[in-house]
């Protein structure tokens, strides 16, 4: 990691509300949850156990598409130590009206026939129902126990075979929304998605230059080392405690309030350390089970899958077929783009089609935009977010484009981007207006580093590419708590995912004008501080930093408050300077917070003070990439042999913890290139439900990832924080593929870029050659 980050853009401090900034942000402390973690002490999930706790385990289909005759599960209840069994049969039936908010997402109709299947199954490894019995070694027994008689039905699995008008149906009863007239016939394509901006035909008139291609992108998964464990316990007055690993507690609370049909308020979730999300853990699977089963029993439910269950059951990110067109003039201009966008959605409907719309071009300046998606159902797993959903996928494509165009011109590739890069003011094709970015700084910063010119051997390539990701506030909150030593504890509601512990406090302490290790921050159950968004969308530093920000700067004012009463003056004659009261007309007359907080009792109470906000003005990001590469020409087999990631991060909060995040996605996006990928049988059935098959990047696959921090901070924010978690997996497929085209002399346009693949490219086009 390097020493300091690079700063390619003038930073000030920006601190709206009288927010003081101090100079603890921009520093690399200790990480405050680092020992517990290293040394075990830390609990997750899977840890939680109390007396008489069960066991609860799910039954899954071997089938990847089935109707169901009949479920008898009379042989397992019977068996002695099963203590309860359910099915969808004891899930509360949830009309249309029930299944959405406003329209919006999710379907909780959809979820619940996903957590327990109704009448069909619709991939391998979809519920069927659920025990609970006193050990492990039962609860396995009586899984063997239940009979299922199922009629098999024809499977697809192929995104585009789905889209034929002969493709076994999932759902007899989807009509394809976003269509006028509606069609009359079901389908697999749950939805259409268009996004026009400018005339598409008057741009491609004026083309000097059109690139037409296909791309197609496999699944992949968030691959997180922890599976989903929770841990349930309902009481005879209905009142449920669940502890679980997830990427929001506030959000497991009102999906199992709404898919039971429970009182919200019935139901207290607690957090436990994630270990590894990814946008993977903002849904629920096995949470609404335990608390039924926990009701059944009376007793604590505690359910946790295993790998293969992790893989054949909880939602990758979708899979792609896009077919694009670009057209340039001669001078590199683009100016027009149109294509189709295809994303497999899994079971039920729901995939980041949209946003890989919004998001494919989002980098350029391009007056003429068409873009058309579709959301198609297949026999695999509903998908999930995936670290800025759906657009790596369309960013492979997009920049497969831009660097073929460069080629067609003999230009170099970041000056075509420079040509065409968006900036402040620049209107995108989904309608808003860019404020304060950063893009054109990323390239500049690329062209300058030495990785860029550095030179090439034999069968080496090095690729480019950009990427965008929206970012989003949402709503936050946050309390302070001064103890009577004078020690300051903040608490928050959002699982601490990429370090916002740290954050959180260096934002508190700039603000209070204290140490950094005089801070310590909690993260609290649903029933201790108010509603929280969850952690996802690169929100946390952005929204709960706002969140914290405030309350710190309100905590000022209420500490100068409480020495105003015991100094007997008025309030406007104290002043705040490095963590300390001090008189104004008597400098000297000072007071620190352990001394304030002593005189609480005389000053009206506990100090604490609260916030909860829907924070608004999130900065977008953007961020290049630029990837070397080594091709055996032999075998296919592709070496990383330089990665660097720069990026546009606002203002580094904790430039330690920000580097990370890009070299994580960097990482997960060059597997996402070259190795992972589902790979299923003729019968629906996966062939790689573990990471000795599944093969995800280790240590020895990458080099170590170059990072460069550009600061073009975010206005809205008290430190100028732009999200950072999700950008850096966007650039990746497509720098990675450029290099390899480059090294290879032939491009390749379907992921993943395997050893077979890449050697069979290279004999097609040795055969063209001759």
């Known amino acids: 990691m390097n020493e300091e980050p690079t700063h390619y853009a003038d930073v000030a401090e920006i601190a709206p509300n009288n927010v003081v900034v101090g100079g603890v942000v921009g520093t690399r402390p200790v990480r405050p949850d680092g020992i517990d973690k290293v040394t075990g002490k830390s609990r997750f999930g899977a840890d939680i156990q109390l007396p008489g706790t069960l066991t609860g385990v799910v039954f899954r289909s071997p089938h990847a598409h089935a109707r169901l005759l ?46 327990l299947a109704r009448e069909k199954v619709l991939y391998e490894g979809h519920a069927i129902a659920a025990i609970a019995a006193i050990d492990n070694m039962t609860a396995q027994q009586a899984l063997s126990l239940i009979e299922v008689d199922y009629a098999v039905l024809p499977h697809v699995i192929d995104l585009q075979q789905a889209m034929e008008p002969d493709a076994p149906l999932l759902n007899e009863h989807n009509i394809t929304k976003g269509i006028k007239p509606a069609p009359k016939k079901p389908s697999n394509i749950a939805s259409r998605y268009e996004q026009v901006h400018g005339d598409v035909a008057a741009g491609f008139a004026e083309a000097d230059i059109i690139i037409t291609e296909e791309f197609t992108t496999q699944p992949v998964h968030q691959a997180y080392i922890e599976p989903h464990a929770c841990l349930a316990r309902v009481s005879p007055s209905g009142k449920t405690d669940i502890w679980c690993s997830s990427q929001g507690q506030f959000m497991v609370q009102a999906y199992c309030a709404r898919l039971l049909q429970m009182p919200i308020a019935d139901i207290r979730v607690f957090p436990m350390e994630i270990g590894g999300g990814f946008g993977g853990k903002t849904t629920v699977y096995l949470e609404p089970l335990a608390v039924l089963l926990s009701q059944k029993t009376g007793s604590p439910v505690r359910m946790e899958m295993t790998r293969a269950e992790v893989f054949k059951a909880t939602g990758p990110t979708s899979g792609s077929y896009m077919s694009i067109k670009i057209g340039a003039r ?155 030593d004078g020690s300051v504890l903040v608490t928050t509601g959002n699982p601490d995912i990429g370090g916002s512990r740290a954050s959180m406090a260096m934002m508190a302490a700039d603000v209070l004008g204290i140490a950094y290790e005089q801070i310590q921050v909690e993260i609290v159950d649903t029933g201790s501080i108010a509603n929280s968004d969850l952690t996802g969308g690169s929100r946390v530093t952005f929204a709960v930093g706002m969140a914290v920000s405030q309350a710190a700067a309100t905590l000022v004012e209420e500490l100068k408050r409480r020495a105003a009463l015991w100094w007997q003056v008025d309030p406007d004659q104290v002043s705040w300077s490095a963590g300390t009261v001090v008189l104004n007309s008597s400098p000297a007359k000072r007071m620190s917070l352990a001394e304030l907080a002593q005189h609480s009792a005389a000053t009206g109470g506990p100090i604490t003070v609260e916030t909860a906000i829907n924070a608004q003005g999130a900065g977008p990001g953007f961020a290049t990439h630029i990837c070397d590469v080594e091709l055996d020409p032999e075998t296919g087999r592709v070496t990383i042999l330089r990665y660097t990631a720069i990026q546009d991060v606002g203002k580094a909060i904790h430039p330690a913890y920000v580097e990370g995040q890009m070299q994580g996605g960097a990482v997960q996006g060059i597997g996402w290139a070259l190795n992972e990928a589902y790979l299923y049988d003729e019968n629906g059935r996966l062939l790689n439900p573990g990471f000795l098959d599944y093969r995800i990047p280790v240590a020895s696959d990458v080099p170590m990832i170059d990072t460069v921090l550009v600061e073009v901070p975010n206005p809205r924010h008290p430190f100028g924080v732009k999200g950072v978690g999700e950008v850096p997996i966007v650039p990746p497929l497509g720098a990675v593929a450029n290099a390899v085209a480059r090294a290879a002399g032939t491009r390749l346009c379907e992921l993943p870029l395997s050893p077979p693949a890449i050697h069979k490219a290279l004999k097609r086009a040795a055969r063209r050659r001759r």
């Not at 908010?101 to 979820?111: E, I, L, V």
């Not at 350029?364 to 977010?385: E, F, M, Q």
């Not at 075509?416 to 893009?439: C, E, M, P, S």
Request: glycine share 8%.
């Open 70 to 115: 009949k479920v008898d599960i009379s042989a397992a209840l019977a068996l002695p130590g099963v203590k309860a069994i359910i099915t969808s049969d004891d899930l509360p039936e949830i009309t249309e009206e029930l299944a959405m908010d406003k329209g919006q997402s999710p379907d909780f109709r959809d979820m619940s026939a996903n957590i």
């Open 330 to 484: 001669q001078d590199g201009t683009v100016v027009a783009v149109e294509g189709v966008l295809c994303y497999q959605a899994g079971a039920f409907p729901g995939s980041p089609v949209r946003l890989g719309c919004m998001t494919a071009f989002a980098p350029y300046n391009i007056p003429n935009v068409k873009l058309i998606g579709y959301d198609v159902l297949v026999n695999r797993p509903k998908s999930a977010a995936y670290r800025a959903p759906g657009a790596p996928m369309a960013s492979f494509a997009a920049e497969s484009l831009m660097d073929m165009l460069a080629q067609r011109l003999d230009m170099d590739p970041l000056a075509l981007r420079l040509l065409n890069a968006a900036d402040n003011g620049t209107q995108t094709a989904y309608g808003v207006k860019f404020k304060h970015i950063g893009y054109r700084q990323t390239l500049e910063a690329a062209r300058q580093h030495p990785h860029y010119s550095a030179p090439l051997g034999a069968n080496q390539g090095r690729g480019v590419a950009s990427g965008f990701w929206f970012n989003i506030g949402g709503q936050s909150s946050a309390a302070i708590r001064i103890n009577d």
